[in-house]
């Protein structure tokens, strides 16, 4: 069974840490769309576009560091006119640092699910970020349990870590059992101090296999830079170990055309999913 999740972009760009990963902040003047707030009527347009297109899970993502007052008002009303024009939808929040409180707010208005990737291993994190902790990150994936909302987290392969890093943030994950893994593959950018992806192929693919064997209870959802880490074997993904991808567009990147990813599950005699098991 594969499950399928698309990205709503809803406030892009502007963000003042300095992820070197990342071309929503503002230190790095990335060419990309940048605006404050998209429409609700605009978000939930796309929502029926992605459940047309399949996908259970729909993720409303914000940049910046994390939530606000002004920032979870927003988010709350999106997300309940999401679900009240299609409630079987899963709704995800993707909105950074955030407390129990603010969490469980989110979750009276709708929202299923909670991302927050630690990125990396905490040891690598201090070589990526300087603005904020990879101890902030984790604490919120603790909060996003305790708050009774399913939680997806994962994180960014070939930024320059070493194994032993990628080994300690699976091992990171395993002591936080998501519900939902996301595997992001980096994507190069050349505003970006990280200038090239450093992972090949078949680590890659290596490292769906072992996530998958580490957390076997988990859904393995490959994610961001799917398409160019994986190219014209793509299909492979999913022998390796994933059950579940992103459709359409990413946040600042062009994906896949959602009707080309359906065409090749179906054609390798998979099932997608109808609806969220949680």
């Known amino acids: 069974m594969i499950y399928l999740c698309a990205i709503s972009n809803i406030s892009s760009g502007s963000c003042s840490e300095d992820c070197s990963f990342c071309t929503q902040s503002a230190r790095y003047h990335a060419d990309i769309e940048t605006y404050r707030q998209k429409s609700i009527e605009e978000v939930v347009k796309e929502a029926k576009k992605a459940r047309e297109n399949r996908a259970i899970g729909f993720c409303l993502v914000t940049a910046g560091k994390g939530m606000t007052d002004s920032k979870l008002e927003y988010v709350s009303r999106t997300a309940m006119a999401v679900k009240k024009a299609l409630p079987d939808l899963n709704i995800i929040a993707c909105n950074g640092t955030a407390t129990l409180e603010e969490l469980k ?48 987290s994962g994180g960014i392969f070939g930024m320059g ?24 593959f980096f994507h190069p950018n050349e505003a970006l101090p990280i200038k090239s992806n450093s992972l090949n192929i078949e680590d890659a693919f290596n490292l769906i296999k072992y996530m998958k064997k580490e957390l076997k209870d988990s859904r393995i959802m490959v994610a961001g830079g799917r398409e160019r880490m994986f190219g014209d074997r793509v299909t492979e993904i999913f022998k390796a170990g994933a059950n579940s991808i992103v459709i359409g567009n ?18 390798l005699g998979l099932e997608i999913a109808q609806t969220c098991d949680g």
Request: charged content about 25%.
């Open 105 to 152: 707010e989110l979750k009276n208005c709708g929202v299923g699910s909670y991302n927050h990737n630690l990125e990396s291993s905490e040891n690598y994190y201090k070589q990526i970020c300087s603005t904020h902790t990879w101890d902030e990150r984790y604490q919120t994936c603790e909060n996003v349990k305790v708050a009774g909302l399913n939680l997806c």
């Open 161 to 184: 870590e070493r194994i032993e890093d990628r080994l300690s943030m699976i091992s990171s994950l395993k002591e936080l059992q998501p519900a939902s893994i996301a595997m992001n």
């Open 250 to 267: 990413y946040l600042t990147t062009s994906g896949e055309a959602p009707n080309k990813d359906i065409e090749m599950i179906e054609s």
